[in-house]
């Protein structure tokens, strides 16, 4: 699978996609998509964050693939698409916007969901066209606007300037993460997960963080350092859902409760107990029951259909 290092079996090993393209963005970045599922069904199209891969949504994917069509793709420099020089938000916009139109036909809508940096994608991209005439709804997993650096809690301290120093350290560091090993593991864990995250769940997370090369990881902590998406927010209009983690340590609650506080038509939070960062590996079956619970009361398949 090309510089991925992922599970072979189980829930989480990424399932063989009925399609798989590539569009291209404004600014000639390649992004490599895949299509799940059933033409005809809803669409679900579904964002990443940093660090990760498609091979993140797996659980996602295998169960609404049944009956739904799934469109997940690599944000640029993750995966298999390739890195480019270009790291801003207005090139996760343009991304997004090129895998639209890519994907879907004019007029038909999506329930799009974010993770993390690909929450902020979305953020990003709510104010675009493309955007606008496909986005029926939003589901927005463990994410944030601002502020990211100053209010991650990686770092076991009280808050403070040596404490965000400390962080921007540590997420930004240019360091190898080397080897999946048992310490990677408990690092992994740690940072980004909850206490109580099942071994098979830190395993499959740390194989698609650790294949993600160190010069994008380094280069997207920048862009993530210097966020400001509060335009982004208060420009999403479309219905929206926030779930995120108590335990998250890389965006913690107070995010998720202030992007409630500011979007247009918030349909509503969840908090999940003990559940960390990684949501939609660490509760699989409520992720992906928001998402289908979106598709639902707001997607309509494409006109013809």
């Not at 770092?155 to 048992?182: D, N, Y």
């Not at 940072?191 to 098979?200: C, K």
């Not at 769940?201 to 862009?223: D, G, L, Q, T």
Request: a positive charge.
């Amino acid at each position: 699978m090309s510089r991925l290092m992922s599970v072979s079996s189980g829930p989480y090993a990424p399932p063989v996609p009925v399609r798989e393209l590539t569009a291209v963005s404004a600014d000639g970045a390649r992004l490599h998509v895949e299509v799940h599922g059933g033409d005809g069904a809803p669409a679900v199209v579904l964002a990443h964050g940093w660090t990760c891969s498609t091979a993140f949504w797996a659980a996602q994917i295998r169960d609404l693939a049944a009956d739904h069509r799934v469109i997940a793709y690599d944000q640029r420099g993750h995966g298999r698409s390739p890195a480019s020089p270009a790291c801003s938000t207005e090139a996760l916009a343009d991304d997004l916007e090129a895998v639209l139109e890519a994907t879907l036909a004019p007029g038909e809508k999506a329930v799009i969901a974010g993770h993390s940096m690909g929450g902020m994608t979305v953020m990003a991209a709510s104010g675009r066209a493309a955007f606008r005439r496909h986005a029926v709804a939003v589901l927005l997993c463990s994410t944030g606007s601002s502020r990211l650096v100053a209010e991650s809690t990686v770092v076991p301290m009280r808050p403070g300037r040596f404490r965000t120093w400390l962080t921007r350290q540590v997420l930004g560091s240019r360091a190898p993460l080397g080897p999946v090993t048992p310490v990677a593991r408990r690092v992994l864990k740690y940072g980004t997960m909850g206490p109580g995250s099942a071994p098979h769940m830190v395993e499959a997370c740390a194989r698609i963080v650790h294949a993600c090369p160190r010069k994008v990881r380094h280069a997207w902590s920048r862009v993530l350092d210097g966020l400001e998406l509060g335009d982004g927010v208060r420009e999403l209009t479309v219905p929206t859902e926030v779930v995120v983690g108590t335990a998250d340590r890389l965006t913690p609650p107070v995010h998720a409760r202030e992007l409630a506080a500011a979007l247009p038509h918030c349909v509503g939070t969840t908090e999940l107990p003990g559940i960390g960062h990684m949501t939609p590996i660490e509760a699989p079956e409520l992720v992906t029951a928001r998402i289908r619970e979106l598709v639902t009361t707001y997607a309509t398949i494409k006109e013809g259909a």
